[in-house]
């Protein structure tokens, strides 16, 4: 299960990311640069580094850059450097992540200042560099023991193990966290959505591969990134399919809430990229989203070369097929049981089918996804309870009445796919009770009108 890259991130996102590290790493810098100047600052004017100049004067004047006498010494701008170079070292070396990056930085910093001496003593001016190199020193000396702590350290991990798998707050939230992230491996109950694109390959035939590839990046961007702003993990992003985790990074006691929150608005965001496409390439994307809940192992998986964060259990693969379920039904968000027992009360949903694994002789049912609770209207929750006890007579094989239930859950001009599925299958099977393709019998088990779980 290795997990695609997903989208590099906007650039006027990157502008905010350095400007929320800088509270973090600008401060511990500005504390070090200040100290380190401060005690340099001090040696300064005590005269320390006087000697140093004196003799730095008299080999300028031998070697004929002061063909007029002794030069003005540039007792400001020594000072200047001082405190620069203090705070640009310590804010470099704490900053940057890599070490050879760190120590080009450094090098490059001494050699600017070393540099300038000799160029100013063409000018006839005097500058004295040592004070400026050792203050540097000093305080890239102090910046790399932070970066050794786990403290300095948690910018580079987080880094190399997340990358661009999490919004910029949720990155934020665990460089701020008072203790540090664990990715040593643990179990944890968390929510796995899955958005899957059912034409993919159709669009493929119909477009161009350049108007193809605008098409998935615009899916992408759609989905990828509006999930990680709502705190999900970006596990895998492809063209056809994007997974997230809600409740993966840290232990969250409304992952499950979480999800189906993010998935009403997904839907949203969907039916409005929908029409985009088609006003542009009069296309549009057939798609389905699924929220799975259950426990998975939680850690970094592969080799000090390749690696990853992930979670693995069976939800991973559960969701995926969920998602894929949408095209059975033509519906848009399915939910599985357990994530309903987690949302109990707080989302509106329709029971759609069950499901039967013989393996661990377990019984399931799937539900499609409507609203959050009190955001329906009574008619519509009317609507919503004719459809449920319509479902239930389907399931006992009572077929008239649940026609008739189905009957007065429609509305006249309203497109309700899932309605239209169980009417069909009703009609169906009130016409033709020995079909076949009717009831699907080979799928059906003899437990209440359940499927096998390896259908879905």
């Known amino acids: 299960m290795f997990a695609a890259k997903t989208p590099s991130e906007h650039p006027h996102l990157q502008a905010s990311l350095t400007t929320k590290f800088m509270r973090r790493y600008a401060l511990t810098a500005l504390l070090i640069g200040m100290i380190m100047a401060g005690v340099v600052l001090g040696l300064y004017l005590l005269g320390v580094f006087g000697p140093l100049a004196n003799w730095l004067g008299l080999v300028y004047q031998s070697s004929g850059f002061f063909p007029e006498g002794e030069a003005a010494r540039m007792g400001w701008l020594e000072i200047v450097l001082i405190t620069a170079a203090a705070l640009g070292a310590a804010w470099c070396l704490v900053d940057v992540p890599q070490l050879g990056h760190?120590?080009?930085?450094?090098?490059?910093?001494?050699?600017?200042?070393?540099?300038?001496?000799?160029?100013?003593?063409?000018?006839?001016?005097?500058?004295?560099?040592?004070?400026?190199?050792?203050?540097?020193?000093?305080?890239?000396?102090?910046?790399?023991?932070?970066?050794?702590?786990?403290?300095?350290?948690?910018?580079?991990?987080?880094q190399n193990v997340l990358g661009s798998r999490v919004s910029i707050s949720t990155f934020n939230e665990l460089m701020d966290s008072k203790t540090p992230p664990d990715f040593s491996g643990t179990t944890r109950e968390l929510s796995v959505l899955t958005v899957r694109v059912f034409n993919d390959d159709e669009l493929r035939s119909k477009l161009q591969p350049a108007e193809q590839l605008k098409i998935s990046n615009l899916f992408l961007r759609t989905t990828a990134d509006f999930l990680k702003s709502k705190g999900g993990y970006v596990d895998e992003s492809g063209p056809d399919l994007v997974r997230v985790f809600f409740g993966l990074l840290k232990p969250e006691v409304d992952h499950a809430l979480n999800a189906c929150r993010t998935a009403l608005e997904l839907r949203t965001r969907l039916?409005?990229?929908?029409?985009?496409?088609?006003?542009?390439?009069?296309?549009?994307?057939?798609?389905?989203?699924?929220?799975?809940t259950g426990e998975m192992t939680v850690g970094v998986y592969g080799s000090n070369r390749h690696f990853f964060y992930s979670g693995v259990g069976p939800e991973t693969d559960f969701s995926r097929r969920l998602a894929s379920a949408n095209l059975r039904y033509n519906?848009?968000?399915?939910?599985?049981?357990?994530?309903?027992?987690?949302?109990?009360?707080?989302?509106?949903?329709?029971?759609?089918?069950?499901?039967?694994?013989?393996?661990?002789?377990?019984?399931?049912?799937i539900y499609q996804l409507v609203a959050l609770a009190n955001q329906m209207t009574e008619e519509e929750l009317k609507r919503r309870d004719l459809f449920w006890q319509g479902v239930i007579f389907y399931r006992e094989a009572k077929y008239d009445q649940a026609l008739e239930l189905f009957s007065r859950a429609q509305v006249h001009g309203v497109e309700d796919p899932p309605l239209n599925f169980f009417i069909n299958r009703t009609q169906e099977y009130l016409t033709n009770p020995d079909s076949e393709h009717a009831e699907d019998r080979h799928e059906i088990t003899d437990r209440t009108h359940a499927r096998l779980l390896g259908t879905l």
């Open 102 to 158: 760190k120590v080009l930085v450094f090098m490059t910093m001494l050699i600017v200042i070393l540099g300038l001496s000799p160029s100013l003593a063409l000018y006839g001016k005097l500058f004295e560099p040592f004070s400026a190199m050792i203050s540097a020193f000093l305080a890239a000396t102090a910046g790399i023991i932070y970066a050794g702590t786990e403290q300095g350290m948690r910018k580079k991990v987080l």
């Open 271 to 292: 039916q409005n990229l929908n029409k985009e496409c088609e006003s542009r390439w009069f296309q549009t994307l057939q798609f389905g989203v699924a929220v799975s």
């Open 331 to 365: 519906s848009d968000v399915l939910v599985s049981s357990q994530t309903l027992q987690a949302v109990t009360g707080k989302v509106e949903v329709r029971p759609l089918e069950m499901f039967y694994d013989p393996e661990e002789e377990v019984m399931t049912e």
